[in-house]
């Protein structure tokens, strides 16, 4: 037995590398899957990085609105949403979605 692996030492070496290196290939720290998870990741903070920024603009005009040159068109609608606030005889409805 020792006499065959003697003379297949070369072949015996050369498999495990091969295992080896496929294994790794596929699912090490740098393999084929963690490439995938990776680059899901990535377009998912990607995605969530323009989301961020299209609220930093809105809030940006929004600011630019009530601090430049006072609009006061936007701060009758800011007190008309966030208080409820009406005109005399006039009827403030409240719509709530049914997000279901």
């Known amino acids: 037995m020792i006499g065959k692996l003697k003379k297949n030492y070369f072949l015996l070496i ?18 084929l899957v963690s490439y995938f998870e990776k680059k899901e990741l990535f377009d998912k903070l990607q995605n969530n990085q323009k989301e961020l920024s299209n609220k930093i603009l809105d809030l940006d005009h929004k600011n630019s609105l009530l601090t430049e040159n006072v609009d006061l068109d936007f701060i009758e609608i800011l007190i008309r949403e966030k208080f409820l606030f009406g005109k005399n005889g006039e009827t403030t409805y409240i719509i709530k979605k049914d997000e279901n």
Not at 14 to 31: A, H, K, M, P, S
């Open 14 to 31: 050369v498999t495990f590398l091969i295992i080896y290196f496929f294994f790794n290939l596929l699912d090490g720290e740098r393999g």
